[in-house]
Every structure is written in structure tokens, then in C-alpha cells.
């Protein structure tokens, strides 16, 4: 599908729907490409919004290209427009401004949204979220007259910009509702690493409380309440309790959704002119051995990349990328191969004492995945492990002699 007459609309302009359309340039398709971007800014990286954007702010170092790349590429980029409404019969789409562009393919990349803060007082001035530049530059406007700061929710996101919070003089509580840091991804021995590592740093972490209200006055936060009563000072709180992948444009064409946009192992929706890529979509993963919603870039990229292939060659792989994740909490850096929940056994390769390990886990004797923290190599052989299929046993973990790097470059990619 790649002639002069065809198009391509993709509906979403962050790092998936970016992709999917530099890669189809770059692949050659030679017809129409139209990115239908909600923000009113160039697409761009979402990562640093809560690491090194909140202290170097600028937008040019965050683009994922400038605007001579969308001119040259022939990519018809719509800024702060969204697709309303999708006419599948008629295979075409209509803006909230109005506009009507037909396809032949169709590409939801339409992400994903934080979830909102549901307590009384989270519409009071400095209370924030953090998902756009908006938001980040708001908050980085906040942060230099900011004393005590509450962070809502231990995951990623929030530990990040607990750390930004530190360095900028505050005072800063992490209230975590589960019972450790970062719990949903991470094993508990790096788990007990961060909340250490955040503790030598100064935050206050409070695990197994919720926050029942936020109080105020004269329409601005003073602090939290948690639900035993407990009143904690915050002149900003910031929210980053999870997300919601947007499937509601699926839901009113009539697509299949379930916690995302549910496509098959080729990235297909239950209509074959549409695919869904990035955080919106559900699809089967063999390294999960069940369908799955990924929030990555690594997993918004590279499906990105396999539709785009899909739609110039015609040929349908199946989507087998192995996962990887990563985040940088200051001076500790995390980096996450493979999808390690529902591990049974663990061994750990490195020193913890000294903030360089790696923990590897396995269900029997199969590698699911593996954790590792300042040790970067470690990481990227793991990758290459998962991706090849191949085996690498505990003892061999756990054996400071086996050379691991030498044996991921020894292996191939498996076959399928």
C-alpha cells in the first residue's frame, strides 16, 4: 500500500504517532501522510518533562524534529486539532474543527491521559499533574517558591519529579497507597533500593495510606489529608497515580476495546484499515503470554515501526519487540528488561550497597526479565537474551565468572 494515490491518517502526534509517520516517509511511501496532533506544539519527547526539562526548559531540545523535517517529509502536520469522528464505511476522519480527510489506513496513536485525582480539593491552584509541556512548565514555574511539596502516588513519574522537588530546596513526601515503591514493575529488593536511595535524599515516604482530601485557602493548597487523619503541609501537590490509555474515538467507531484498544499480533483492530500503536493499544504479547497495554516509548516506537513496515510491504509479521523501560531518579538509574511480574525466583548479579546490580527473575527456570541499576551492560544483554529466545539458567546468573556479555553477542535472533 504504498502508492502516490494512497493516505495514511494517524490520529495522535506523540512519539507513536510521530514515528509511524517519519518511518513511512523513510520507507518510501510515496502517498499522503496526514499527523493529527492535539497539542499545539511540535511532536515531542515525553520523558524528560520530568527529569531534565523541569531545571533546562526549551522545547528545542525535547523535539522529536523540527519543522523543516514535517516540510521536507511531506508530512501535512495539524496541530491542536483531534480526530472527532471516524466514518469507517466511508474511510474517512473529521477534526473538531470541522475538517474531513479520507485513508486508507487509519493509525491510532491517540496515547493515553492521567488519571484524575479522585478527592475533594484537586481542583484547588497547586495541585498539578505531569504529562505535557504544559504541565511541566508550570510546574517548573512553581517549583523555585515552593516549600513542601506532596507527591501523590511512588511510581516513575512521581519518584522523577521528587527528585527535581529535592533539588530545588523543598521539602518532599511520597504518599504511596501500596505498600512500596514502584511495586507494579519492580521486584521488592529495587523497590527497597529507591525508597532508600530517596530517603538518604531527604523524602519523607509513606507507604499504605491514601490521600483522603487536599485542603486550602482562598482557593490554593495548604495540604494533604490522608485517610487517618493525618495533615500533611503542601503548598504544591503533584499527581501521578497512572493513566488511562484514550480509546473513547475507538469505542464511538465501534472498535473492540478492553483497558486499550484491543488489536491482534499484527497491530490490527477489528477493522483491518485500522491499526493501533503506543500506550492506547491491547495486543498479545509473547513475552507477557497474554494481552497486554505497554507505556513506553520503546513499545510506542517500534510498533510504530511495524505497522509502517506492514503498510509498505504488505506482509503481516507479528509485533514480537522484546519490552525495555527505563528511569532516571538522579543519580540512580533504572533500566528494565523484558516484563518480570509473576516471577517466582530471583538472583541478583552485582552489589546493592554499592547502587550497581542486577536483579534477574525467572518463573522456574525461564528468564521473564531483568532489572538493573548501574549496570547498563548487564541491561543490554538481557535485551539481547529476550530477543534471541535463548536461555540463560540462575547458575549462570548468579556466576560472577560467566562472561554474559560475550554470551548475548554470541546468539541470534530465534526464529518463529
Known amino acids: 500500500m504504498s502508492g502516490p494515490d494512497k493516505a495514511v491518517v494517524i ?14 516517509r523513510q520507507g518510501g511511501f510515496a502517498g499522503r501522510v496526514v499527523l493529527v496532533g492535539d497539542e499545539p506544539v511540535l511532536p515531542y519527547q515525553r520523558p524528560p518533562l520530568s527529569k531534565v526539562y523541569l531545571s533546562r526548559p526549551g522545547t528545542d531540545g525535547i523535539r522529536l524534529r523540527g519543522a523543516e523535517f514535517f516540510e521536507e517529509s511531506e508530512i501535512e502536520l495539524l496541530r491542536g486539532e483531534c480526530v472527532a469522528g471516524i466514518d469507517r464505511a466511508d474511510r474517512s476522519v473529521t477534526t473538531e474543527s470541522g475538517t474531513t480527510v479520507g485513508y486508507d489506513h487509519l493509525v491510532l496513536a ?12 484537586a481542583d484547588l491552584d497547586g495541585v498539578a499533574g505531569l504529562r505535557t509541556v504544559a504541565d511541566a512548565d508550570a510546574l517548573r514555574a512553581a517549583l523555585p517558591s515552593a516549600r513542601d511539596v506532596v ?13 527535581a522537588a529535592v533539588d530545588a530546596g523543598a521539602k518532599v513526601t511520597v504518599v504511596e497507597a501500596l505498600p512500596r515503591l514502584m511495586s507494579r514493575v519492580v521486584s521488592e529488593p529495587t523497590s527497597e533500593f529507591f525508597a532508600g536511595f530517596h530517603r538518604a535524599r531527604g523524602v519523607d515516604l509513606l507507604f499504605g495510606t491514601s490521600v483522603s482530601r487536599i485542603v ?18 503542601a503548598d504544591l501537590v503533584v499527581a501521578g497515580i497512572g493513566v488511562r490509555p484514550n480509546t473513547e474515538l475507538a469505542e464511538r ?5 478492553d483497558d486499550g484498544i484491543v488489536v491482534d499480533e499484527t497491530l490490527r483492530t477489528s477493522d483491518p484499515a485500522i491499526s493501533a500503536v503506543g500506550d492506547c493499544a491491547r495486543f498479545p504479547s509473547p513475552h507477557a503470554g497474554c494481552p497486554v ?4 516509548v520503546q513499545n510506542a516506537v517500534d510498533q510504530a515501526r511495524h505497522v509502517a513496515s506492514r503498510l509498505l510491504t504488505g506482509e503481516d509479521v507479528p509485533y514480537e519487540a522484546v519490552p525495555w523501560f527505563w528511569t532516571d531518579q538522579g543519580a540512580a538509574k533504572l533500566q528494565i528488561a523484558g516484563l518480570v511480574g509473576g516471577h517466582d525466583r530471583r538472583v541478583v548479579r552485582g552489589d ?17 526479565g531483568a532489572e538493573s541499576v548501574g549496570r547498563a551492560v548487564d541491561h543490554m544483554a538481557v535485551r539481547r537474551i529476550l530477543t534471541a529466545g535463548a536461555a540463560l539458567t540462575p547458575e549462570q546468573a548468579s556466576d560472577v565468572d560467566f562472561d554474559l556479555k560475550a554470551h548475548s553477542k554470541s546468539l541470534t535472533s530465534r526464529p518463529r
Open 11 to 24: 490520529a495522535g502526534g506523540g512519539q507513536a504517532g510521530f514515528q509511524t509517520a517519519a518511518s513511512l
Open 110 to 121: 491517540l496515547g493515553s491521559r492521567n488519571r484524575a485525582l479522585p478527592v475533594p480539593g
Open 151 to 163: 507527591v501523590i502516588g511512588g511510581g516513575f513519574i512521581g519518584l522523577e519529579f521528587a527528585v
Open 216 to 233: 486550602g485557602e482562598g482557593g490554593a493548597a495548604t495540604g494533604v489529608e490522608l485517610a487517618d487523619g493525618t495533615r500533611i503541609d
Open 253 to 257: 467507531a465501534g472498535l473492540s476495546v
Open 293 to 296: 497495554r505497554l507505556e513506553s
Open 352 to 368: 546493592r550497597d554499592e547502587g550497581r546490580f542486577t536483579i534477574f527473575c525467572y518463573r522456574g527456570d525461564r528468564l521473564l
